[in-house]
C-alpha cells in the first residue's frame, strides 16, 4: 500500500482530482513519455480501426453466409456463383473459389477453398501483429525507464556522497511512473488483441461450416449426375 500511495502522490496532492493527479503523473515520466505515447496513440488507432473493420466484415460475412446457403439447399449454384462473385468479403471470395470449380471435382473446390482461405485469413489478421508488438514493446519501455530511472537516482547519492530522500525521490518517481504506465497501455492492448483473435476465430469457423456444406452439396449433385 505504500507504494501505490507513492505512485499516486496521494499524501503530495490530495487536492487533485484523479485526472488531473493522472496528467501530472503522465508528464513526470521524463522523457520516456514520449515513446510510451507512441505506443499509446498507436494501440487506440488500431484497436478503434479493427473494431469497426471487424464489426463490418461480420456483418457482410453473416449476410452473405445466410443468400448462399439458401441457394445451396436449393441446388442453385448458378445463383450462388453470381452472387458471391458480386460481393467483396472474405466468406464470398472463399466460396466463390470454390464454385468456380465446381465442375472439377470435390477434391479440386476443396484446394481452391484451402488457398483462398489462407489469403483471407491473412487480411483478417491484418493489424494484430502491431497490437502484440505493443504489448511486448510498451512494458519494456516502461523497465527501460525504471533502469533509468535508478541509475538517476543512484547518480545523485553518488555525487552528493550521502543518502538523502530528496535527492533520490526524482529518479525513483520517474521509475514507478514508467513501469505504471508501460503496464496500463499494455494490458488493454493485449486485451484488444486476444478479443480481436477471438472474433476472427468465430468468423473462420462461421466460414468453415459454410463451406463444406457447399462441398457435401457439390458432391451430392455429382454422385446424382453420375447416378444417371
Not at 501483429?129 to 510498451?138: G, P
Not at 533520490?168 to 503496464?183: C, H, N, S
Request: net charge negative; glycine share 8%; proline share 2%.
Amino acid at each position: 500500500m505504500r507504494l501505490y500511495g507513492a505512485l499516486l502522490q496521494l499524501p503530495a496532492a490530495p487536492e487533485l482530482t484523479w485526472q488531473e493527479q493522472l496528467a501530472k503523473s503522465w508528464s513526470d515520466t521524463g522523457f520516456m513519455v514520449w515513446p510510451l505515447a507512441l505506443c499509446l496513440v498507436l494501440g487506440v488507432l488500431v484497436i478503434v480501426w479493427k473494431f469497426i473493420s471487424l464489426t463490418a466484415k461480420s456483418a457482410a460475412t453473416r449476410r452473405i453466409l445466410k443468400d448462399v446457403d439458401e441457394l445451396l439447399t436449393q441446388r442453385r449454384i448458378k445463383e450462388a456463383l453470381e452472387l458471391t462473385r458480386d460481393h467483396n468479403s472474405a466468406a464470398a471470395n472463399i466460396l466463390y473459389a470454390g464454385l468456380e470449380r465446381a465442375d472439377e471435382g470435390t477434391d479440386r473446390v476443396m484446394k481452391a477453398i484451402e488457398n483462398q482461405g489462407l489469403i483471407e485469413m491473412s487480411k483478417l489478421e491484418k493489424g494484430l501483429v502491431v497490437l502484440a508488438t505493443l504489448t511486448n514493446v510498451a512494458p519494456l519501455l516502461g523497465f527501460l525507464g525504471t533502469v533509468i530511472g535508478m541509475i538517476i537516482a543512484f547518480q545523485s547519492i553518488e555525487a552528493a556522497g550521502e543518502v538523502e530522500a530528496t535527492l533520490v525521490a526524482g529518479g525513483i518517481k520517474v521509475a514507478l511512473y514508467t513501469t505504471a504506465f508501460g503496464l496500463m497501455i499494455a494490458i488493454p492492448v493485449s486485451v484488444g488483441h486476444t478479443y480481436f483473435v477471438s472474433r476472427i476465430d468465430a468468423l473462420v469457423i462461421d466460414m468453415e461450416e459454410s463451406a463444406q456444406k457447399m462441398v457435401d452439396t457439390l458432391h451430392a449433385i455429382q454422385m446424382g449426375r453420375a447416378a444417371d
